[in-house]
T-cell receptor, first 119, second 116 residues
Framework: AQTVTQSQPEMSVQEAETVTLSCTYD???????LFWYKQPPSRQMILVIR??????QNATENRFSVNFQKAAKSFSLKISDSQLGDTAMYFC????????????????FGQGTILTVHP | DTAVSQTPKYLVTQMGNDKSIKCEQN?????MYWYKQDSKKFLKIMFS???????INETVPNRFSPKSPDKAHLNLHINSLELGDSAVYFC???????????????FGPGTRLTVL
C-alpha cells in the first residue's frame, strides 16, 4: 500500500514571495503519477500540477513547479510570486500506473497543508 | 459550463435515514469515483466505476451503495445514516488514458452531509 505524508500542517507566505510545500511518499511501485491539488475555501478540488514518475524533468505550470526526487521519494511544490488567490489547502496525491499504461486507479492523498498568503 | 456536478451541495438529515447524492459529468469520461473527506480534511477513495462497472471498492460499510445508470452518472446511496457518516463527499471523473498518458481526475464541488 502507498502512503503520502505532508509534514507541514500550515504554512504562510507574503504576497509576491516564494514558498515550498513538502511531500514524501512511500511505495514499492516503480511506475506511478504524482499530483498536487488545491482546495480553496470554496471547497472545490482543483488540479495544480502533475508529474509522471518515469519523466526525469520536473513539471512546471506557470508559477507552480515541482522538485521530484524519485530516489528520495520526495515531491515538493514551489509556488513563485505568491498571490492572495493561492490561499488554500494543498494536497499531494499518488496514483499507481498499471501495466499497459492504464491507470484508472485511486488517488492516495496526503493530509494536506494549509497555505495562507498575506498581503 | 459545469464539468462535474453534484446534488445536493448540502444535506442535513437525521440518524437512521436513507439518503442519496447524485453526480453527473459532461466531460465524456468513462471512469467516475466517490471520495470521502472527513472532519480533519483527509480524503479517501470509496468507489470507482469504469463504464458502469465497479472497479474499486475500498473498505466501506455495506450501507453505502454506488449506482451507475450510465457512464455520465454515479450516484451514492447511503442507508441507515450514522453520525460518523458526516463528511464532505466528492465525486470525480477521468478518462481512461492509454499508454504514456496520465489519467487526471476532475472533481465535483462536493456535498456536505451532516447527520444529526
Amino acid at each position: 500500500a502507498q502512503t503520502v505524508t505532508q509534514s507541514q500542517p500550515e504554512m504562510s507566505v507574503q504576497e509576491a514571495e516564494t514558498v515550498t510545500l513538502s511531500c514524501t511518499y512511500d511505495t514499492s511501485e516503480s511506475n506511478y503519477y504524482l499530483f498536487w491539488y488545491k482546495q480553496p475555501p470554496s471547497r472545490q478540488m482543483i488540479l495544480v500540477i502533475r508529474q509522471e514518475a518515469y519523466k526525469q524533468q520536473n513539471a512546471t505550470e506557470n508559477r507552480f513547479s515541482v522538485n521530484f526526487q524519485k530516489a528520495a521519494k520526495s515531491f515538493s511544490l514551489k509556488i513563485s510570486d505568491s498571490q492572495l488567490g493561492d490561499t488554500a489547502m494543498y494536497f499531494c496525491a499518488f496514483m499507481k500506473r498499471y501495466a499497459g499504461g492504464t491507470s484508472y486507479g485511486k488517488l492516495t492523498f496526503g493530509q494536506g497543508t494549509i497555505l495562507t498568503v498575506h498581503p | 459550463d459545469t464539468a462535474v456536478s453534484q446534488t445536493p451541495k448540502y444535506l442535513v438529515t437525521q440518524m437512521g435515514n436513507d439518503k442519496s447524492i447524485k453526480c453527473e459529468q459532461n466531460l465524456g469520461h468513462d471512469t467516475m469515483y466517490w471520495y470521502k473527506q472527513d472532519s480533519k480534511k483527509f480524503l479517501k477513495i470509496m468507489f470507482s466505476y469504469n463504464n458502469k462497472e465497479l472497479i474499486i471498492n475500498e473498505t466501506v460499510p455495506n450501507r453505502f451503495s454506488p449506482k451507475s445508470p450510465d457512464k455520465a452518472h454515479l450516484n451514492l446511496h447511503i442507508n441507515s445514516l450514522e453520525l460518523g457518516d458526516s463528511a464532505v463527499y466528492f465525486c470525480a471523473s477521468s478518462q481512461e488514458a492509454g499508454q504514456g498518458l496520465v489519467n487526471t481526475q476532475y472533481f465535483g464541488p462536493g456535498t456536505r452531509l451532516t447527520v444529526l
